[in-house]
């Protein structure tokens, strides 16, 4: 993407390829953020959907611009740093979320070839990028000086560190199918229509992978962080104004984020469904795959109840863990027995 | 003046920030600067990585080091309440004897490396952060060199691990008698026929419930 916006622009000198660079990053970033602020939007309309509620209906068409104005009321509200507080990490922690969150994008193929960075270990970045995120959460915890942040903060580092590994687990046995780690020839493996989608031989560990995603993002039933009826906010409680605002619009880049990685993984990323419809261009798939894989999360939130902690952590660590080891090994005898093993990659 | 390409600038930056932060890492007074400034610093020794082309070690390191390991450590100092400029406090005195191991030490290293009987083949085989070969991914590199060229010895070492991992749960196990877990097979697997009595209370006379005392 940088090199065609680079050939675009004319092709010349190292300061062209810095101006290439800067306006990939804008064509992805940009359309993320307003990704974010509808997502928040449709989040909010289909929990309303499932207890018969109306949802936000006021500002704009249908409430359409609704997460605009919660946006500008953020926007103009006062940041209050708590007297206890450590200044720098407090307000470092936010921008951390929120920069985290975003730079995840950067190796994400909407189309053959539509990515800022097309690297040969992409998976591994997006790895990589999501175990960071838990910093910008114990940072804001630690820092805050307040015993609820604290509490959710501890809550959240060991929960994403546990979810983590059965992530990992899953991750391999499609990196066997695939033979790389490539994002774009992960998606190349799928090509030729729903029926050669990832899916359907990773049935049971793509209910693991997304459970443990929900675990990842923080999201109900896995929402003990910011459990608001013993936690206030957990991490957040402290924070006000354009600190908190980092903070959510984050948390709902990474849930995009982990519906984008469950398109590539298992839903054959910008490949139709079925092979005519290959007029339509491939990012529009990747979008409506986008939006399946967050409508999934948003459904999650609405009908299931909290998990209680140590539940939590039951279930990832004595049952999640050995499940996807075994998988792993299952996937494994079957591809290299089965002579089903990708050549070259 | 020697002209600096892009790829220099960056160095250079990775390289300052790794060496400030490592400074960092041991002279800031609050533990938890501490650890978040060893977190730079891995991440900035991870972005050195990426430009030797070493790709894969460089996100390992961030998976493993960043996001698990100093987890814990930041996990471990958060919690402790330790007096740390108390700590410091015996530092100059030390110092002298602090000074002399390290020396005694790097003396050692040097007259080693110095007095080394490097074979025939080593300078051609030293180890290279990527693939000599740049047809073969990083990945590909490592696995044929893990898992097919030393695949005992790898697995030695995970069995050593695993050792060491099971010594850990034996030292820290303690069996508590008197306390009450909770089975959750068991609690999915009961019927509410187990769960409760109907009992039929004549006026006047109470009622003693079945398998309770009293």
Redesign the interface.
């Given at each position: 993407m940088v090199e065609a916006l680079y050939t675009l622009f004319g092709g010349e000198g190292?300061f062209l390829y810095l101006v290439a660079i800067v306006a990939s990053v804008l064509a992805i970033a940009l359309p993320l953020l307003i990704a974010v602020a509808f997502s928040v939007y449709f989040d909010r309309k289909i929990w309303a959907a499932v207890q018969m509620r109306r949802g936000p209906n006021v500002v704009g068409p249908f409430g359409l611009l609704q997460s605009f104005a919660d946006g500008l009321k953020l926007f103009l509200k006062e940041t209050i740093i708590p007297a206890g507080a450590n200044k720098v990490?407090f307000l470092l922690a936010p921008m951390l979320t929120f920069t985290l969150a975003l730079i995840s994008w950067a190796v994400i193929p909407f189309d053959a070839g539509m990515a800022i960075a097309d690297?040969?270990?992409g998976i591994?970045?997006i790895?990589?990028?999501s175990?960071?995120g838990?910093?910008g959460i114990?940072?804001s915890g630690?820092a805050s000086n307040s015993r609820y942040a604290?509490l959710g903060a501890?809550r959240s580092?060991?929960q994403m560190?546990s979810y983590?590994v059965s992530i990992g687990f899953v991750l391999v046995c499609v990196l066997i199918s695939a033979g790389s780690?490539n994002l774009d020839v992960i998606v190349e493996r799928q090509a030729g229509g729903v029926l050669s989608w990832n899916i359907w031989p990773f049935f049971p560990i793509f209910f693991i992978f997304f459970i443990s995603a929900l675990a990842e993002t923080n999201r109900p039933p896995f929402d003990l962080p910011e459990a608001e009826a013993e936690l206030v906010a957990g991490y957040q409680v402290e924070y006000s104004s354009m600190a908190f605002a980092l903070f959510f619009l984050g948390e709902y880049a990474n849930i995009l984020l982990m519906s984008a990685v469950m398109a590539i993984l298992f839903f054959g990323g910008w490949y139709p469904p079925l092979p005519f419809l290959d007029f339509i261009p491939g990012f529009v798939w990747m979008f409506i795959k986008i939006g399946f894989g967050f409508f999934l999360f948003a459904m999650v939130k609405a009908f299931v109840p909290r998990y209680r902690y140590?539940?939590l952590m039951?279930l990832g660590w004595k049952v999640f863990l050995p499940l996807s080891l075994f998988f792993v090994i299952f996937y494994a005898a079957i591809y290299v027995y089965g002579g089903f093993l990708p050549t070259g990659? | 003046m020697m002209e600096l390409s892009?790829i220099d600038m960056v160095f250079y930056l990775f390289s300052a920030v790794t060496v400030a932060s490592g400074m960092l890492v041991i002279s800031a007074r609050n533990p938890?600067?501490s650890v978040?400034w060893l977190?730079l610093a891995f991440f900035s020794a991870a972005g050195l990585f990426v430009l030797m082309g070493a790709?894969?070690l460089a996100?390992?390191l961030?998976?493993v080091y960043?996001?698990?390991v100093a987890?814990?450590f930041?996990?471990v100092v958060?919690?402790l309440d330790i007096n740390f400029t108390e700590l410091r406090q015996g530092m100059l005195q030390h110092l002298p004897l602090g000074g002399l191991v390290g020396f005694i030490l790097l003396g050692e290293l040097v007259a080693l490396a110095v007095a080394w009987n490097f074979g025939a083949d080593v300078a051609k085989n030293a180890a290279s952060p990527a693939p000599i070969d740049t047809a073969t991914?990083?990945?590909?590199a490592l696995g044929q060199l893990l898992y097919t060229d030393y695949i005992f010895i790898f697995q030695t070492a995970g069995l050593i691990l695993l050792v060491a991992m099971i010594g850990a749960i034996v030292l820290t196990l303690r069996d508590r008698p008197g306390v009450r877990r909770?089975n959750?097979s068991v609690q999915v697997q009961r019927k509410p026929g187990e769960a409760y009595d109907l009992v039929d209370v004549d006026t006047g006379k109470g009622v003693s419930l079945p398998g309770k005392k009293g």
């Open positions: 190292q990490i690297l040969n270990v591994l970045y790895l990589a990028i175990s960071l838990v910093y114990i940072m630690w604290f501890l580092a060991a560190v983590e780690l140590d539940q039951r990659g | 892009l938890v600067h978040l977190i790709e894969f996100m390992l961030v998976v960043v996001g698990a987890v814990l930041l996990f958060m919690m991914t990083n990945t590909e909770q959750i």
